[in-house]
C-alpha cells in the first residue's frame, strides 16, 4: 500500500507504511487495495469520525487524521465517513479505477448502522497554475467542455458529490493546492426505517 501510495501522491503527502499499518490496526474495515495478479495496484483509506469534529475550530490534515495514523482519530460510533484518499498506479490510470474504489468506499459507507454523512477533504491539484483567481472561483470554473478545471475536484463533483467549504491551511506541505483541502460530501440517502 506504501508502495503504491509513494508512486501516485507527491513524497511528502504520501502515506508511510508505519502510517499504513497504524490504520490498519484501528480500522482495517476502511483500508481498501485493488489487486491483479496478487499485486496491490489502488489504494483507499477511510475512518469514522464525530461530526463535532468538523466544526471544531480550524481544521487540518494532521489534527483529523492523528497525522495520518487515525490512532485517536478514529471513532467507531462515528457519524461521519471520512475518505481520506485514494491513490492509483500511473500505469493503471484512466481505467476507472479510481473511480471503482471511491463507488465502493461509498456503499460500504451507506451500509453502515450509524453513518449519516460520508465525506473527504480533496485536493485543488491545480490550483498552483491559478493561483492569481480567487480559490472560490477556481473551485466552480469550468473550461469550454463543461468540466471543472481541477482534475481531483471533477473527479469527485461529477460523479456525485457536492461541495461543502474550502479550507486554506489543510495541509500547507501540498505545494500544487497551495495547501487547500475542498471538503466534500457524497449522499447518504435516508434509510428505509421499517415496520
Ligand atoms: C485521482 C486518481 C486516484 C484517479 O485515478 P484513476 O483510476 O485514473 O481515475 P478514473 O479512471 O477512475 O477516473 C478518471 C478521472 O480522474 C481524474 N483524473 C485523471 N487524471 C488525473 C490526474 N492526473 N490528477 C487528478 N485527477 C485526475 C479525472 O477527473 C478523470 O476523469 P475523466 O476520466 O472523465 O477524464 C489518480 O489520478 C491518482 O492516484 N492521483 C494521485 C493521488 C491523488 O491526488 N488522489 C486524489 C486525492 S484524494
Redesign the pocket.
Known amino acids: 500500500m506504501a508502495h503504491v501510495d509513494r508512486l501516485?501522491?507527491p513524497a511528502e503527502l504520501a502515506t508511510t507504511e508505519e502510517q499504513f499499518r497504524a490504520r490498519i490496526a484501528v480500522y482495517p474495515e476502511g483500508q481498501w487495495v485493488a489487486e491483479e495478479n496478487g499485486r496491490i495496484v489502488a489504494v483507499s483509506s477511510a475512518q469514522r469520525i464525530s461530526e463535532r469534529v468538523l466544526h471544531n475550530g480550524h481544521i487540518d490534515h494532521n489534527r483529523l487524521t492523528d497525522f495520518g495514523r487515525f490512532t485517536r482519530s478514529h471513532d467507531p460510533k462515528g457519524e461521519v465517513y471520512q475518505l481520506i484518499?485514494?491513490?492509483?498506479l500511473p500505469e493503471?490510470?484512466?481505467?476507472?479505477?479510481?473511480?471503482?474504489m471511491i463507488d465502493h468506499q461509498v456503499e460500504f459507507a451507506r451500509g453502515l448502522a450509524g453513518v449519516r454523512r460520508i465525506v473527504?477533504f480533496?485536493?485543488p491539484?491545480r490550483y498552483y497554475r491559478y493561483s492569481e483567481m480567487p480559490i472560490e472561483e477556481y473551485v466552480r470554473r469550468r473550461t469550454e467542455t463543461g468540466r471543472l478545471l481541477d482534475?481531483?475536484l471533477?473527479?469527485h463533483l461529477d460523479s456525485g458529490a457536492r461541495l461543502v467549504s474550502i479550507h486554506p491551511n489543510f495541509r500547507p506541505e501540498d505545494h500544487k493546492a497551495c495547501g487547500y483541502a475542498v471538503l466534500i460530501e457524497y449522499p447518504v440517502p435516508k434509510r428505509e426505517t421499517g415496520a
Open positions: 501516485s501522491w484518499g485514494v491513490g492509483v493503471y490510470r484512466w481505467m476507472q479505477l479510481g473511480r471503482l473527504g480533496t485536493r491539484v482534475p481531483v471533477s473527479f
